[in-house]
Every structure is written in structure tokens, then in C-alpha cells.
């Protein structure tokens, strides 16, 4: 019998990523999708047919981590083996402005979904396990450089604040339950499946709209900004492979190198030979009441026991990326001039 994974989530960009590896594994996957007026599919679109049974190999379920008995009745129905739960609001500047949604549905959302998979597994006898992302703003303003496991958190947004509080629920009910729970520390993974939302693809997307004169200007935020950027499908393995080992335990995630949002900026805009100073404007909107300067990953751990190695350097992230939305914006073009 196939493995059963669900994922919350399943609409974002790690959740497709992670559909599309645990399919190539051999799972049936099922995915949680937010019931809204219009379809948000399109990153997965390739992978299903529909919702309900027979829609594989990529199953659908419409459910919200702010809904409990939802979550419960969609883990009843599913019987997973594996649970990974991706699902949040998760733009920091955002939650900001929305801190008590973003509270409800990334910190208590993880609660609900413990739960459900807790009474599952206690009712029916079963062992199923549970991948929580966390995420390395939960560290902050930083007590060490690099940060791993053992790093003290010091969340500074409403973002952070939700996810150290799913962190520990994960552990509690590790601890307490006896559920193969495991937190994965990811640090900020990339991709051309990224949100344009995100400061890497709000880069490459303007900036590749600015190639071919479809627009002028783009407004960013903090430049001095230093992340430990990575790509999301080698990202997503290090989440499966968590859930494969004998105990459940936490990992941070990392390439171990560190980038300024300006480098960024500038190797994208050296690869469409622009000069980004002509283009770039600062907007104190986009600054956060809290900022955090460095995030830099020691990743050793999981390199030592999970043996996983990001393959993707920085270089060929940017270039992906660019790639892809160069695409993008010639297509749009095309369909401008119809």
C-alpha cells in the first residue's frame, strides 16, 4: 500500500514543490486549499484533475487551520501516515497589520491540527506523523552567528511570535503524547514559484518587467537586510526526510551563506545588464517596526543525520528565477499586444 501524506498549504510554493517530490516517491498526497471565490491552483494545476477521490494523483480537500472540526474531519476521511503542515500567513511585514489572524492561523492553527492528528491516531491506534515549519525569524534579533537548534528564539514580529509558539506546541505534544512530531528551522527558501509578495520575487519580477519597458520604478524596503537564501525543492526533502528517521526531532535548514537584499538586487540587475540605482526607490512602508538584520543557519545537523545538502547555489537561484519571470513577462507582453 501507497503511503498517505496530506499537506496544508498545498497551494504555496513549498506545498507544491513537496506534492510534486512525494508523488515521485510514491505517495497518494492529499492537500488542503482555502474555500475561496476564486481558484489560487495554478502552482499545482499540473499535478490534479479535480477535487474529491479519483482526482490523482494529487487529491483536494477544502478546509482552513482556522476551523478544527474541519481539520478533523479532513484527517478522518484522509488517514494520512504523514501530516506536513505548511499553511500560514506567512509575509512577516504583513502580520504587522493583521497580527491576530496571523496569531490565529499559524499558531493556533498548528494547535488545532495537533490535536486533530493526536485524537486520530489515539482513537484509531495509529502512529501517524507530524512535520511543523518553522521558520528562522523565530530567532530575531540574533544571540549567535550562525544560528542552530540550540540558538535561544527572539521573535520580532507577529509572524515570529505565532511560529515559536507552533514550535512548542510541536514539541509538547512530542513530549507529552508521545506523536512523532518534528519541527523543520527553515531559513529563507527561493524559488520562481515564490509569492511576488517576497522581496526576492518582487525583485526579479519587477525587474524583468523593467527589461522590456513595462515598467520603470520599484519600491523596496531595508537594502542592508543580510538572509541565508536557499532553493524551496531542495528545501522540501529536507521536510520528508525528518519524517523517515527512527525519532522525531528538530532541524534548521540552511546553506550557511549569508546576502544583502542589495546583492540580491544587484546580480539580478547585472544579469538583464540594467543599472538598478535608476530603477530602485526606498518606501518606509515596506520597513518593519522590528527588524532583523542577519539570519544565518548552521544547517550541520541535519547535513550529519538527515545526510541532505542544498544543491542549489545562490548564483544559480537568482538565475532560475530571473529566468522564469523573463518568461513571464514576455508572455504577458504578447497577450498586451493581442
Known sequence: MAKVALITGVTGQDGSYLAEFLIKQ???????????SSFATGR?????????????????????????????T????????????????????????QPEYTADVVGLGALRLLEALRDHNKRHGRAARYYQ?????????????????????????????????????????????GLFAANGI?????????????????????????????????ALGNLDARRDWG?????????????QQERPDDYVIATG???????????????????????????????????????QGDSSKARRILQWQPRVKFEQLVEMMVAGDLELAEREQRGRGR
Open 257 to 295: 551563506e549569508t546576502h544583502s537584499v542589495q546583492e540580491f538586487l544587484e546580480r539580478v540587475f547585472d544579469l538583464l545588464k540594467l543599472d538598478w540605482r535608476k530603477h530602485i526607490e526606498t518606501d518606509p512602508r515596506y520597513l518593519r517596526p522590528a527588524e532583523v538584520d542577519l539570519l
Open 74 to 97: 479532513i484527517v478522518e476521511q484522509v488517514r494520512p501516515d504523514e501530516v506536513y503542515n505548511l499553511a500560514a500567513q506567512s509575509h512577516v511585514r504583513i502580520s504587522f497589520d
Open 231 to 243: 532553493f524551496a525543492g531542495d528545501y522540501v526533502e529536507a521536510m520528508w526526510m525528518m519524517l
Open 26 to 36: 510514491g505517495y497518494e498526497v492529499h492537500g488542503v486549499v482555502r474555500r475561496t
Open 133 to 177: 515549519a518553522g521558520s528562522s525569524e523565530m530567532f530575531g534579533r540574533v544571540a549567535e552567528v550562525p544560528q542552530r537548534e540550540t540558538t535561544p528564539f527572539h521573535p520580532r514580529s507577529p509572524y515570529a511570535c505565532a511560529k515559536v509558539y507552533a514550535h512548542w506546541q510541536t514539541i509538547n505534544y512530542r513530549e507529552a503524547y
Open 186 to 218: 527553515l531559513f529563507n527558501h527561493e524559488s520562481p514559484r515564490r509569492g511576488e509578495n517576497f522581496v526576492t520575487r518582487k525583485i526579479t519580477r519587477s525587474a524583468t518587467r523593467i527589461k522590456l519597458g513595462m515598467q520603470d520604478k520599484l
Open 44 to 72: 499545482i494545476d499540473h499535478m490534479r484533475k479535480g477535487f474529491g477521490p479519483g482526482s490523482s494523483p494529487l487529491q483536494l480537500h477544502y478546509g482552513d487551520l482556522g476551523d478544527g472540526t474541519g481539520l478533523r
